[in-house]
Structure formats: structure tokens, C-alpha cells
């Protein structure tokens, strides 16, 4: 019986083994294949969110940055200027030296007259306001 079991099983390993002679080559290429795939995918969708999230926060960044210098950047306002000609006539009035700024500021005044262009600082500010929430919106 042995023998037959043992010629049983030559027969099966004959006709099995063509068969099963790729096994160890496509187990290793569909292994890899598989671990490759699930890396791309996992990477692709990561990637995809982190570099969205990245871009908003670049852009939230240079625009706090923009802000920030906006509000640093501050225009002669109405009140300031009306204050100057204010100080600059009363300085003449009483007779009293004029700093070059001030003597720049007289002449200026004299050739142009008062400027009306000028705003005042609430309608800076509400100009600034809107401008910061336009620059803001524009990285959501």
C-alpha cells in the first residue's frame, strides 16, 4: 500500500508542479504589488488633504502678514491734519518759530489751500476693515 501511496503522490507532484511552478514568483510580486498599492492610495489621500490644508494655512499666514503691515501703515488723517494747521496758525499768530516741517507744511498750505481729500480715522479704519475681510475670505 505504501507503494502505491507513494507512486499516488509522484503522479500529483507531476501534474501539479508546472502548474505550481509560478507560485513563488506571483506570491512575491502580488505581495508587493499589494503593499505598493495601499502606500500610493494611503499617500494620495493624506497628501491630498495635508496640502490643502497647508496652502490655507500659507495663504491665512501671508495674509495676517499683509494685515499686519496694513495696520502699521497709517495715513495723515482729517483730525491730524486739522490739527497741524490748526498748530501752524497759532504759531504764526503769536509770532513764534516755525520748524522747517512746519515752514514745508505753511507753503504747502498757501499754494494749495486745506486739502478735502483727507478722510478721517473712522473711514480709514472702515476702509481697512473691509479690506481685511476681503483678504481674509480670499483663503477659505
Known amino acids: 500500500m ?3 501511496l507513494i507512486h499516488f503522490k509522484e503522479r500529483v507532484e507531476k501534474t ?7 507560485r513563488k514568483p ?5 505581495f508587493l504589488w499589494i503593499g505598493i498599492s495601499s502606500v500610493e492610495a494611503q499617500e494620495y489621500a493624506t497628501d491630498r488633504l495635508f496640502m490643502k490644508e497647508f496652502s490655507k494655512t ?8 499683509k494685515i499686519n503691515r496694513l495696520k502699521n501703515k497709517r495715513p495723515s488723517t ?9 498748530n501752524v496758525w497759532s504759531k504764526l499768530r ?5 520748524s ?3 515752514k514745508r507744511h505753511l507753503r504747502k498750505l498757501k499754494q494749495r489751500g486745506v486739502s478735502k481729500n483727507k478722510l478721517s480715522s ?19
Request: proline share 5%; glycine share 2%.
Open 26 to 30: 506571483a506570491s512575491i510580486i502580488l
Open 100 to 102: 522747517p516741517g512746519e
Open 78 to 86: 482729517l483730525e491730524q491734519e486739522s490739527l497741524l494747521n490748526r
Open 122 to 140: 473712522k473711514d480709514i479704519w472702515a476702509k481697512k476693515a473691509a479690506k481685511f475681510r476681503a483678504l481674509r475670505l480670499r483663503c477659505k
Open 2 to 4: 505504501s507503494i502505491k
Open 16 to 22: 501539479i508542479n508546472p502548474i505550481f511552478s509560478f
Open 94 to 98: 503769536t509770532q513764534l518759530p516755525l
Open 58 to 65: 500659507k495663504c491665512r499666514t501671508a495674509a495676517e502678514a
